[in-house]
T-cell receptor
């Protein structure tokens, strides 16, 4: 029962273009969402988060969009840089619960120079 | 500002031995979470602890696994009588309060021979 899904295992984008990573969730109790970036043999690094009271949050090159009716969120990276090449995980939690994160299976982004 | 620290980074055990994984949260953080990542999968929640209390252990296997976060010292994830299926990366995360963003350590990679 995968409550958080990232249906694209991999994505390749040219340097300077936009990267769009997608995530779907099924549990309507989720109200806090995050994106993490992970390099091999390292821990996940927090990128950006969004509360369900918002539909957009922006931090530099990273923007997260939340569509609650579709239970869908996306991460936009613009412009993409070679250093952005990593595995990206979306995560969701319910702030009325115990704050544990439910992670998707990840999308491997490769930014081509 | 030291981040979340985990040791050892790599641990090799033979079947039937015990594995002990340590996590020191970021300074000022009193909430600790443990996650496990199997190869080619996302992170799976295991347990959420505050100082001297287990808040949510819904992701912990019923047998052989235990966790603690004593008043003094690091949080410990203990796996008794390890089996090959326990081979995974184990990540610890911490947050100042339960509802705040979790920051991850570099992980401990456990290999059971």
């Amino acid at each position: 029962d995968q409550q958080v899904k990232q249906n694209s295992p991999s994505l390749s984008v040219q340097e300077g273009r936009i990267s769009i990573l997608n995530c779907d969730y099924t549990n309507s109790m989720f109200d806090y969402f995050l994106w993490y970036k992970k390099y091999p043999a390292e821990g996940p690094t927090f990128l950006i988060s969004i509360s369900s009271i918002k539909d957009k949050n922006e931090d530099g090159r990273f923007t997260v969009f939340l569509n609650k009716s579709a239970k869908h969120l996306s991460l936009h990276i613009v412009p993409s840089q070679p250093g952005d090449s990593a595995v990206y995980f979306c995560a969701a939690s319910s702030t009325s619960g115990t704050y544990k994160y439910i992670f998707g299976t990840g999308t491997r982004l490769k930014v081509l120079a | 500002n030291a981040g979340v620290m985990q040791n050892p980074r790599h641990l090799v055990r033979r079947r039937g031995q015990e594995a002990r994984l340590r996590c020191s949260p970021m300074k000022g953080h009193s909430h600790v979470y443990w996650y496990r990542q199997l190869p080619e999968e996302g992170l799976k929640f295991m347990v959420y602890l505050q100082k001297e209390n287990i808040i949510d252990e819904s992701g912990m296997p019923k047998e052989r696994f235990s966790a603690e976060f004593p008043k003094e010292g690091p949080s410990i994830l203990r796996i008794q009588q390890v089996v090959r299926g326990d081979s995974a990366a184990y990540f610890c995360a911490s947050s100042p309060q339960g509802q705040e963003t979790q920051y991850f350590g570099p992980g401990t990679r456990l290999l059971v021979l």
